[in-house]
């Protein structure tokens, strides 16, 4: 007798694969928790290094943890010299986002505990990914310019000290702040495709480094982190708000997708978005003329999309929206856009590691075979 077709789940869309104590996603009402901590309570007061020290330890830290944290960052910025001339000659060839994942799968030749998969071991080696995630992608960006590299300064904060490598020169408190919020709102969000990729990898036993290499991979694509360069780019390509009526009617009725939107959970408006655009609208009256312009195209593509799709289809603004004006107001070139999607969810990657390898299960699913059986072998003779 035929056994029925299994319960297949593409895209593994609604399966549990685990149970995890550190991000909670609520796709209706739209909320994000770390660690139990509301999304926008961490974005207004707290700080990329404490929300790392937070999803890696499970607290918030003390004073003199937070400390012992940021000094553990700062001593890992400085890029292996070896390292860079890898960095070198592949810049201006590569995606910055191939150059990203290779330049991190090539760390364990400069860390001597790299296969040490000791939660001791992988915590240090967190850190060092933290800052070594965030210190390649501004060499990347300046190297691709022919830009000379700037080594860290270690009196800075660690967005701070982002956008010194990245742009030369220190940037403003605000600049900072704003840059800083960005890479904690970017941080975690539970088993992502990128997430759960590097679980995967790493349910192997192979090492953190290997893991978040294949994390690095699955965050490119304009499905998912990718989509940050991408909706910049439709935002560019739109070029007026007058024309955003027609550019979204022609894409939706070649049921093409319009980047930045939708969302596997979030059926109502990302958190993370809302937050993106109140920064965007602050900006507004301080920014250049450039940004001024992408953000009205922004704001009328978002009018468009919720009153088209927003409430019958359930396809709002995403987090990776409004992130492109942001970026460009702090100098930042759109096809680094996921590199520092990348520096920022780092930590959320080795934070679901560590977790999973505390009662490790290697990941193998199964796909249901609907092929031929029992062929019989004909030389290529009589093919
Ligand atoms: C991130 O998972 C995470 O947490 C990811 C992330 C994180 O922090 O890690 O939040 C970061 O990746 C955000 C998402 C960034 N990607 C994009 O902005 C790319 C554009 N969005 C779509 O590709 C889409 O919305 C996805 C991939 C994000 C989610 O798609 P699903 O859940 O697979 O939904 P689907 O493709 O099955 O679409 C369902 C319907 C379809 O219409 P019908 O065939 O039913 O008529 O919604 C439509 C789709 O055509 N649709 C869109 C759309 N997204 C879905 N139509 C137009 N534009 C879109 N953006």
């Known amino acids: 007798m035929m056994a029925g077709r299994p319960q297949i789940n593409l895209g593994l869309e609604g399966v549990y694969f685990d149970e995890s104590r550190i991000c909670k996603v609520d796709g209706q009402k739209g909320e994000l928790y770390y660690m139990g901590y509301p999304i926008a309570e961490l974005a207004a007061r707290s700080t990329y290094e404490e929300v790392c020290y937070l999803l890696l330890y499970g607290k918030l830290p003390k004073r003199t943890e937070l400390g012992a944290f940021t000094s553990q960052l700062r001593e ?37 505990e790299a296969y040490d998969n000791s939660t001791a071991a992988n915590l240090r080696k967190s850190a060092r990914l933290i800052s070594q995630t965030a210190s390649i992608t501004a060499a990347i960006g300046r190297l691709r310019q022919n ?96 024309n955003a009526e027609r550019y979204i009617d022609q894409a939706i009725a070649k049921k093409q997708r319009i980047m930045g939107f939708g969302h596997r959970i979030y059926k109502t408006y990302d958190p993370r978005a809302k937050i993106i655009r109140s920064y965007l609208l602050e900006l507004h009256n301080t920014s250049s003329k450039e940004v001024r312009r992408l ?63 505390r009662s490790n299960r290697l990941i193998r699913p199964l796909d249901y ?12 003779s009589k093919r």
């Open 76 to 112: 890992s910025r400085q890029i292996p010299e070896g390292l860079l001339s890898l960095i070198r000659s592949m810049a201006k060839k590569a995606h910055p986002m191939d150059t990203l994942r290779t330049a991190i799968s090539a760390l364990p030749a400069y860390d001597k």
């Open 369 to 380: 075979y609907t092929g031929r059986l029992n062929m019989r072998y004909v030389p290529i």
């Open 147 to 242: 830009k000379v590299y700037v080594t860290p300064d270690n009196t800075l904060g660690h967005a701070e000290n982002f956008l010194y490598m990245l742009n030369g020169s220190r940037p403003s408190p605000k600049e900072a702040r704003i840059m800083d919020t960005m890479m904690m709102l970017h941080a975690e969000h539970s088993s992502n495709a990128s997430t759960f990729t590097t679980i995967a990898a790493g349910s192997t036993l192979s090492d953190m480094y290997a893991a978040v290499t294949a994390g690095i991979a699955a965050l490119k694509g304009p499905l998912h982190g990718g989509a940050d360069e991408a909706a910049l780019r439709m935002v560019r390509a739109i070029g007026d708000p007058g």
């Open 295 to 357: 953000t009205g195209i922004a704001l009328k593509v978002e009018e468009l999309m919720v009153s088209k799709l927003g409430k019958q289809k359930g396809i709002w603004p995403n987090v990776d929206f409004f992130s492109g004006p942001v970026y460009v107001a702090a100098g930042i070139p759109a096809d680094l856009f996921t590199p520092l999607f990348a520096a920022s969810r780092v930590v959320g990657w080795c934070s679901h590691m560590m977790e999973y390898w």
